[in-house]
Structure formats: structure tokens, C-alpha cells
């Protein structure tokens, strides 16, 4: 689906309220530490792909002593906003953030120790070029790991699952976990493991809908004005839908590169 609306100052200023400083996705620290879990990653290249304004690439700078972490995205309005967080969270010597095309990574082969992502893989379409790419940038014995927004199954979306869609306007590149274990399997990746997230991030969606419409209410229309919060909730709404009819789904992904 095409793109209709960017990450702009509103869509991140509602974003951040609901998920955190740095944070367009749901979980902030808690779930980048998770997708992370048993992971050392002392010394390691780290590249954050789909970076957003920053949050995790800036959270495993702090936590976990890579030697470097270089965060990638399309928007570059995020990307500035990205290395403005780094520098007031006082690791901007070693993390750095690039506005790249969409397409194959400007990097060598090789390139990097870990590949990390926190739903960003939902907007790129085609998976099976994705994970070729990200099997070349990983050196021998690099790990992908990373969370993502997926669709329940292979069926046709329903009427809803279109809806949520068309009133969210990002671009999404929905595909089954079936088709992301076919295609880390087949770009050569080996130990792929899945954890679903789906039931917590329904939880989540039915939580985050009520502070919209109530406690954060005041404070965004002030901040993104009326129409546009009002616009927001209708989206929740129909995540909320599709997420309790597990149409939509989300769930943790590992991967070596032998």
C-alpha cells in the first residue's frame, strides 16, 4: 500500500506520548531489551534498521557497550531527530544515524556484528530481498534479531484489516511469519526462532486507546490539535479490531548467518 502520511512532528509527538522518548513503536526500552534477550553485545557493529528518532540504538549504546551502533531510516526528519536524541543522551562518539534510500544497504558485505530492528521490517514489502540484504551486511556468525508488526495468515485482508490500513496511511508491507521464516531461510540464514507478541500487543493497543481518549486527551489536543488526535483515535480503533481478531500480529525474530 502507498505511503500517505510521513513520521512529521504531530505523528511523532503522539507516538512518543504514548510509547516513550525516541520510541514510534510500542515497548520502549523493556521491549528493545527483549528482542535482545541472552545477547551479549560488548564490542559489537551493531546497525539499527529502521532506526526512528532513536530510542534503541541510544538504549544499546547505554546498556550494552557495542563498539558501535549505526542507525539507518528513510524519513530524514526522524533521523535528525534521531542524532538530537544521541547527543542529549551523551552517546552520539558512538552512535550515528543516516537517512538512506529505500533499496539495497549502503554498506559492505560483512559490514556488521548484529542487525537489530523494532517494527520497521512491516514496511518493506518484499521480505525475501530484505533478508538477502541483511544476510550480506551480517559478518559470519552475525545474529539478526529483531520485532515486527505481521499479518495473522496468508488469506486475503478482510474489510477491517483494509480499513486499518487505509486510515493509518504508512505504507505497510503486511506478510505472515510464514513468509519471513521462508525468506531468512532461504537467503541463507540458520537458528531462526519466532516468538509471538500478539496477545501483548493487543493488550497494549486497548490500553494505549483509553489514554487517547482520556488522560493524554488535554495535553495532545493542545500539542497536535483536535482533528488530528481525533483522526488517531479512529486508527486505534481499527488496530484494535484487527488485533483481537489476531488478523494483524506481531512477534520477536532470531537469525544467524553460519
Same mark, same amino acid.
Request: hydrophobic share 45%; aromatic share 8%.
Given at each position: ?34 528482542? %535482545? ?60 544515524? %543516516? ?160
Amino acid at each position: 500500500m502507498e505511503q500517505t502520511q510521513d513520521y512529521d512532528d504531530n505523528l511523532v509527538t503522539l507516538l512518543e506520548a504514548l510509547w516513550g522518548d525516541g520510541y514510534l513503536s510500542p515497548g520502549g526500552n523493556d521491549e528493545t531489551a527483549m528482542v %535482545l534477550q541472552q545477547m551479549h553485545l560488548g564490542g559489537a557493529r551493531v546497525l539499527d534498521l529502521g532506526c526512528g528518532t532513536g530510542g534503541s540504538a541510544c538504549f544499546i549504546a547505554q546498556e550494552y557497550d557495542p563498539a558501535e551502533v549505526v542507525g539507518v531510516d528513510v524519513e530524514a526528519g526522524v533521523v535528525a531527530k534521531a542524532t538530537a536524541n544521541a547527543a542529549d543522551a551523551g552517546v552520539a562518539d558512538r552512535v550515528t544515524f %543516516l537517512a538512506i534510500e529505500p533499496g539495497p544497504l549502503p554498506f559492505p558485505d560483512g559490514r556488521f556484528d548484529v542487525v537489530f530492528s523494532k517494527d520497521a521490517i512491516v514496511h518493506i514489502p518484499d521480505k525475501h530481498a530484505l533478508a538477502r540484504e541483511l544476510f550480506r551486511v551480517l559478518a559470519p556468525g552475525g545474529v539478526f534479531a529483531a520485532s515486527d508488526w505481521m499479518a495473522g495468515s496468508d488469506e486475503p485482508p478482510s474489510p477491517a484489516l483494509r480499513h486499518y490500513e487505509a486510515l493509518e496511511g504508512l505504507g505497510f508491507g503486511l506478510a505472515s511469519p510464514d513468509v519471513y521464516f521462508a525468506a531468512l531461510r532461504a537467503a541463507g540464514f540458520q537458528q531462526i526462532s519466532y516468538r509471538d507478541r500478539t496477545p501483548w500487543l493487543c493488550d497494549k493497543t486497548h490500553h494505549e486507546l483509553d489514554e487517547l481518549d482520556g488522560r493524554l486527551r488535554p495535553a495532545l489536543e493542545a500539542s497536535v490539535g483536535r482533528e488530528f488526535l481525533d483522526h488517531e483515535v479512529d486508527v486505534w480503533r481499527a488496530l484494535r479490531d484487527v488485533l483481537d481478531t489476531a488478523e494483524l500480529g506481531a512477534g520477536h525474530w532470531r537469525a544467524v548467518r553460519p
